[in-house]
């Protein structure tokens, strides 16, 4: 059972990007400790199997196909929220891919893409999740942004690192305008976390593995399970002074001096 400080009993989670990673991972999080959640996804068939795992642990999922860059899309998800919960307590900001290109071959239309995907549908989830938690007086947001956020990572990362710098000054933004009311928005920057993606990129250059793990003090990349702690922390009321924060979640690497030198990690 948990403790009441991070008990999230008969509260409602919203989490998109959960047939998967570190959707799926959050959303089990915050089940595990009493929410109920609405699962958001393209992947059809990984939402029914997140959702599965959550309504055998007693608590109630239900699943809707959205696409997160789009506005129209977002407005019918909070609605689905209204009719089948009635409040939204949790929203946890996931889904969103960016698009890798060199700064002078990128067309703009590109540009203007990974803006949509990552920005635009962002600042929709919240603001639809924000009015609601706005009248109900309290409520938590999380956005996914990057290390990209606050760093810059080269490679051309230049769409995604403009993107996820919006992100880091859309939560400030927000938790500004709504700490006063009762609703806090804080972002998880995460550092390279193993997902399909990165498998495919790692698969095609064997060279960026041993690359990103010079520059993680820890020894590893991230896994999905590394966002759970903190999900559960910031849904909860145990982070209830918490607003405006951006939290590396990236196993040392913002802290690490581009000339440092590495203890070896304990196996």
């Known amino acids: ?3 009441s400080l991070f008990d999230l009993t008969n509260r409602v989670a919203v989490i998109s990007g959960a047939a998967r990673g570190m959707g799926r991972a959050a959303s089990l999080a915050l089940a595990e400790h009493g929410a109920d959640l609405l ?33 129209a899309q977002i407005r019918e998800l909070f609605a689905l929220v209204d009719s089948e919960f009635g409040r939204v307590d949790f ?16 067309p703009i ?4 893409t990974v803006l949509q995907n990552l920005v635009v549908g962002r600042f929709c989830m919240c603001q ?31 769409a995604y690192s ?3 710098g919006a992100v880091a000054q859309m939560t400030r933004e927000l938790s500004t305008e709504w700490a006063g009311a009762g609703v806090r928005v ?22 960026l593995k041993a690359m990103w793990l010079r520059g993680i003090p820890r020894g590893r990349l991230g896994h999905p399970d590394d966002i759970r702690g903190l999900a559960v ?19 040392g690497n913002l802290a690490l001096n581009g000339g440092a030198t590495l203890r070896p990690p304990k196996s």
């Open 1 to 3: 059972m948990p403790t």
């Open 39 to 71: 699962l958001v996804d393209r992947n059809i068939e990984g939402l029914a199997q997140t959702a599965g795992e959550i309504k055998a642990l007693g608590r109630r999922a239900v699943t809707h196909a959205c696409d997160v860059s789009q506005p």
């Open 91 to 106: 929203l946890g900001n996931i889904a969103g891919e960016g698009i890798l290109a060199p700064p002078e071959e990128m």
């Open 109 to 112: 239309e590109t540009l203007q």
């Open 128 to 158: 639809e999740a924000g009015r609601r938690m706005l009248a109900a007086g309290r409520g938590s947001i999380v956005n996914i942004g990057s290390l990209a956020s606050i760093t810059a990572l080269g490679r051309g990362h230049i």
């Open 162 to 164: 403009m993107a996820m």
């Open 186 to 207: 804080n972002a998880i920057l995460p550092a390279q976390v193993v997902n399909p993606n990165l498998e495919e990129r790692m698969a095609a250059d064997p060279s």
């Open 233 to 251: 922390l910031l849904a909860s009321d145990a982070s209830n002074w918490i607003t405006g924060a951006l939290i590396p979640m990236d196993g």
